[in-house]
Nanobody, 120 residues
Framework: QVQLVESGGDLVQPGGSLRLSCAAS????????MGWYRQAPGKEREFVAR????????SYATSVKGRCTISRDNAKNTVYLQMNGLKPEDTAVYYC?????????????WGQGTQVTVSS
């Protein structure tokens, strides 16, 4: 099992910045990708950004490209999402996601979520 713990969500004004963190623990061997998704009230969960375990490959949703940067700290088994130029439409619960390949079996894990609210 993999445990994912997010932190960093907050209330921020439009144009502000936040950095979300996701710490992975437990059976992390075999994780090949981690990412962030978000879910706004009344909407489906959507992809935000992902990064390979090695950190050499990243991908972003069009809606956040240029405003967000995903990164990782291998020593801390932690993935970060730096969000700049926040907009009210970025308001959502942000979930950390991990994909693991264990002996050929693909597994997916989710964190409990952290609330980001963008409002004046």
């Amino acid at each position: 099992q993999v445990q994912l713990v997010e932190s960093g969500g907050d209330l921020v004004q439009p144009g502000g910045s936040l950095r979300l963190s996701c710490a992975a623990s437990g059976s992390i061997f075999g994780i090949y990708r981690m990412g962030w998704y978000r879910q706004a009230p009344g909407k489906e969960r959507e992809f935000v950004a992902r990064i390979s375990w090695s950190g050499d490959s990243t991908s972003y949703a069009t809606s956040v490209k240029g405003r967000c940067t995903i990164s990782r700290d291998n020593a801390k088994n932690t993935v970060y999402l730096q969000m700049n130029g926040l907009k009210p439409e970025d308001t959502a619960v942000y979930y950390c996601n991990a994909n693991r390949n264990w002996l050929g079996i693909l597994q997916e894990y989710w964190g409990q979520g952290t609330q980001v609210t963008v409002s004046s």
